[in-house]
């Protein structure tokens, strides 16, 4: 069975890895012939691996069939739908996913999407899971910022099945019929409300809830953070280990309590009635956590253990592990799309690849045997899950293996019996299921803190950025060397495959050259300036009102991805959010060496003032401020501009948001300076800015417009998109290409630039043709 499994995935895998749109429909007909052609000649590793393939194209062709009409972005219309789970609740907002059952002022297109992410502002009533509302929404296209390292927004909800996103533009919708009462969810829903309201103002309350249904979203960036650099990111989820503990529970506390009573045994065996018992405790806790991925696997998994039981069956771990593959991507074929898939079924791979060795060394008697054992599956895990783990999270745990040795027995068995014994008790005695939920909230505070301990220790977490080949490399070593059969020590020169993976160099500038990235923050700037030993950063990006932080969601990302530990300055051009919102937060992660501003208040107390005549050197690069000459004039006048040029002489021009009064101060004083092969236009475009006179002094080959999609300024303005195509200087805007990567080298030529969207296009990324286009004045 997992040798189909194997073939069933690769199959899965051929048209995310492979391809960045979907085949012509006509090649359908042809898939379906070769898969019937195979069944007959029973071909049948080759009709899996078909079958992988035509599932995942199915289901791929259906989600990018329901598109929003461009006629409808950005318009007011009214949808009737449920609410389709519980509700995810932030400051003054809250978000859930909406399904659509039919429009109510006109017919619904046949393509429109019918699973929307919808956010909600201020609502007067709060919408439960379950129920029938009538919405006044806006919605927009699937659309997120793309940048080396940072989070495929799209991909996410590709895999969600969210065609579209959108608020709701009233407070006070109509709520038509309430949830039904048998559903599962509305069950969620009224335990997350008790949790919450109960548990998050107390210590350990947000673990507790996530632990308890799955809802992860009273979790701090802070916790996140002390997670990924401890390894134990994956006890904040309800994993197979918890599916399989309160599986075990049941078993063992039912099969004792039936041996006790002879008529119940003469009537069903023990272990029969254990083993219904497990099905249900997993199916349960399983309904609680909404389906995730790893419980899935972890249900399908106890259900076939307990299924080989009842009929007094054998079955080989690796062929309950494959049918549990199979059964989950026939559910959901674009799980393999989600970070989440990968570890939960690696993990377990892992783990029954080291019980198979064990089984072939023979049992050990011995306590200290077993402690051996458990020390080793621990390690195992943590090299195993050493390549994915840097795949996805660019960071290297060293602690992981320590951290989860204390920490998997601790949750699992003290905090999540005790959150479980408060589930099964809330109902019936509100105020012991209370505090059975207190003292496993208390014990994971306990834990919280040795992990703070752990992480404070030097080095605790390594960012790594690795190419997707030492990955492969990595993993085939490991796998290798635990299916290499007998005890031959040239088994161990696999491990030598890892090598790459932790040794690969970064690449790095040649000295006297800078590479630029102008990254993709939606209507606001943030640059990274690049030496062979030094970083720049000039402005973080906007903090949106919803939390997010292009500081901590974009720029530090990128940075650990390039492989950059240190900022070395950070120029904050001035105080606008657009420019600014993400300081505080690329402060905190990196602790820059030197810090530059321009109006008050300072981002940091030991930031200074940027100046004109402030000039450094760094490896050939000279970078020198233009502007502000004093602190006199306004906020976007009074912006930070920052001249960089490489050791030939080509230039590189960073306005910030100055308009006609400072372009033409900036004429009167540094007139001859001005001249650049690449030029970030001042104010994102606006008519204010890009003076004619600036325009002809720059005379830019390149200019980049870091502009929001579809923002509501209407940057850049067509007025001056005309003036910079005058000088022939080609525009792309960031909000469209996503990041834009230059070298700054020669002078006299344009860069090429190829934006992250195209480069890093992948077929769930849908293309606008219109985004990009400097609008015709």
């Known amino acids: 069975m997992y040798r189909y499994a194997i073939a069933f995935l690769g199959g899965t895998l051929c048209l995310p890895l492979c391809l ?35 599932g995942f ?27 389709d789970d519980i509700p995810a609740r932030g400051p003054r907002v809250l978000r859930f996913p909406f399904r659509v059952e039919g429009r109510e002022d006109a017919p619904l297109p046949i393509a429109f999407p019918r699973r929307l992410r919808l956010s909600w502002y201020d609502p007067q009533q709060a919408p439960r899971v379950g129920e029938r509302w009538r919405l006044r929404v806006r919605l927009k296209a699937p659309w997120s910022f793309r940048n ?93 280990l918890h ?17 006790v009573s002879p008529g119940l045994v003469r009537r069903l065996a023990a272990p029969r009635a254990a083993a219904v018992a497990a099905m249900a405790g997993a199916l349960g806790y399983a309904a609680l956590a909404g389906f995730s991925i790893p419980t899935q696997r972890a249900l399908i998994m106890v259900w076939l253990v307990c299924a080989a039981l009842w009929l007094q069956r054998q079955l080989h771990p690796l062929n309950t592990l494959g049918l549990a593959l199979i059964l989950v991507l026939l559910h959901d074929p674009l799980a393999v799309l989600g970070s989440g898939f990968w570890l939960s079924f690696g993990a377990v791979l892992l783990l029954v690849l080291f019980h198979l060795r064990l089984r072939q060394a023979g049992p050990t008697g011995s306590s200290a045997g077993r402690l051996r054992r458990l020390v080793q599956a621990q390690l195992l895990l943590s090299l195993g899950l050493l390549p994915l783990t840097v795949l996805n999270f660019h960071t290297v745990a060293w602690l992981s293996p320590l951290a989860n040795l204390i920490a998997i027995p601790w949750v699992s068995l003290l905090v999540v019996p005790l ?6 008790t809330f109902a019936l005695a509100p105020g012991v299921g209370e505090g059975l939920w207190s003292l496993a909230g208390l014990a994971y505070s306990g834990l919280e803190w040795l992990l703070a301990r752990l992480a404070a220790l030097p080095l605790a977490g390594l960012h790594l950025a690795r190419p997707l080949w030492t990955v492969v490399a990595a993993l085939a070593g490991i796998l290798g060397l635990l299916l290499w059969r007998g005890q031959h020590r040239c088994r161990w020169a696999l491990l030598l495959l890892l090598l790459p993976l932790l040794l690969y160099p970064t690449p790095r500038p040649p000295a006297g050259t800078a590479w630029v990235d102008v990254l993709d923050v939606g209507q606001g700037l943030a640059v990274v300036v690049r030496t ?59 602790d820059p060496a030197r810090i530059l501003y321009s109006d008050p208040p300072a981002p940091a107390p030991r930031a ?64 001859a300076a001005l001249r650049a092969e690449v030029l970030v236009s001042p104010h994102h475009g606006s008519r204010t800015s890009s003076t004619p006179a600036l325009v002809r002094t720059v005379a830019p080959a390149l200019v980049i417009h870091p ?33 834009l990567q230059l070298q700054l080298d020669r002078p006299g030529t344009a860069p090429v630039t190829i934006g992250h969207r195209e480069r890093g296009r992948r077929l769930w990324h849908r293309p606008d043709p219109d985004c990009g286009q400097p609008p015709s004045p």
């Open 20 to 54: 960045r749109s979907l085949p012509d429909p006509v090649w359908g007909w042809a898939l379906a012939a070769l898969l019937l052609f195979s069944l007959l000649r029973r071909r049948f590793h080759l009709a899996a691996a078909l079958a992988g393939l035509a």
């Open 57 to 83: 194209w199915w289901q791929a062709a259906v989600q990018l069939q329901s598109q929003l009409p461009p006629a409808l972005e950005g318009e007011d219309i009214i949808l009737v739908g449920t609410i």
């Open 148 to 240: 080396p390292g940072g989070f495929d927004y799209e991909a996410w909800l590709f895999r969600q099945r969210i065609g579209a996103t959108g608020y709701v533009r009233d407070q006070a919708g109509e709520r038509l019929s309430g949830p039904a009462w048998y559903r599962p969810a509305a069950w969620r829903q009224h335990l997350h409300e008790a949790l919450a309201e109960r548990m998050l103002s107390r210590p350990g309350g947000a673990v507790v809830l996530a632990l308890a249904l799955g809802a992860r979203h009273g979790l701090t960036d802070k916790q996140w953070e002390l997670y990924r650099v401890t390894g134990t990111s994956h006890l904040m989820a309800i994993s197979g």
């Open 243 to 259: 599916v399989g503990l309160v599986a075990g529970l049941c078993f063992g506390l039912v099969r004792l309590l039936w041996a």
């Open 419 to 424: 959150t479980l014994l408060g589930v099964a």
């Open 532 to 590: 062979r030993s030094h970083t720049l950063v000039y402005d973080t990006g906007p903090r949106f009102t919803s939390g997010l932080d292009t500081g901590a969601a974009v720029v530090a990302p990128f940075l650990r991805t390039v492989g950059r530990t240190a900022v070395d300055t950070l120029i904050i051009s001035h105080g606008d959010n657009d420019h600014s919102g993400g300081a505080r937060s690329l402060i905190a992660a990196f």
């Open 608 to 671: 200074r003032p940027c100046r004109d005549g402030q000039a450094w050197t760094w490896e050939g690069v000279d970078f020198r401020l233009l502007h502000p000459a004093d602190a006199s004039s306004d906020r976007n006048d009074a912006s930070c501009v920052l001249l960089v040029e490489s050791a030939a002489g080509a230039r590189l021009l960073l306005p910030g948001d100055i308009e006609a009064g400072a372009e033409y101060a900036l004429l009167r004083r540094h007139a």
């Open 707 to 739: 502009a929001g999609r579809g923002n509501r300024y209407g940057f850049p303005h067509p007025d001056v998109t005309a003036r910079y195509a005058a000088v022939g200087a080609r525009q792309p805007i960031s909000g469209c290409s996503g990041a």
